[in-house]
């Protein structure tokens, strides 16, 4: 009566390509972190525990995003993000009369401040290098010196900063001193 119908693959399997080897590619400060993570948990060091758990949440929560990181230097803004946050933290804290949460606190900053120097970045002086040439070279083109048009030349493909280890808060504030003076 009824048959019973069979499935058949039209597409040899060789050709059809069911899962990927190739994921997100992950910053190399990122496998520091995990590692450490897993020596933290080892040595039941709770501090560096805390702070390396939240950045990989983090990390994580990001990769689910338009704007995932990619990048040390992606990674390095977030730490710096971090260990801003907890300073004023530790500030409340102090003016709060809770020395307990201020310890605590600034035991982050140290560990946020330890892998923050993990990432090689350029050196201010090279980055104010960079910067007055590609000033001078806005100059000599005749177009309108602001913050914006430095900032997009400098880091445009193919721009004098396009890949290299430069935080982009940083130079925007170097450019910002350079364009005031």
Do not use: C
Not at 43 to 66: G, M, Y
Not at 159 to 167: E, F
């Amino acid at each position: 009566m009824l048959q019973s119908m069979r499935l058949s693959l039209r597409v040899p399997l060789r050709s059809v390509r069911w899962n990927s080897t190739a994921g997100p590619t992950l910053p190399p400060l990122m496998t520091t972190l995990r590692n450490d993570l897993k020596t933290a948990m080892r040595a039941k060091d709770t501090h560096r525990l805390n702070v390396l758990r939240a950045l990989i949440s983090e990390t994580n929560n990001a990769a689910k995003t338009a704007s995932p990181i990619q990048t040390d230097i992606q990674l390095l803004s977030l730490i710096r993000k971090r260990a801003s946050a907890a300073k004023e933290a530790a500030e409340e804290f102090a003016k709060a009369d809770r020395a307990d949460l201020k310890e605590k606190e600034d035991a982050q900053i140290a560990i946020l401040q330890e892998y923050a120097g993990h990432v090689k970045t350029l050196s201010t002086e090279e980055v104010e290098a960079v910067i007055a040439r590609e000033i001078d070279a806005i100059k000599e083109a005749g177009k309108k010196l602001e913050i914006g048009q430095v900032l997009k030349s400098l880091f445009a493909t193919g721009g004098a900063l396009d890949g290299k280890p430069a935080d982009r808060k940083e130079v925007a504030g170097l450019v910002k001193q350079a364009l005031s003076s």
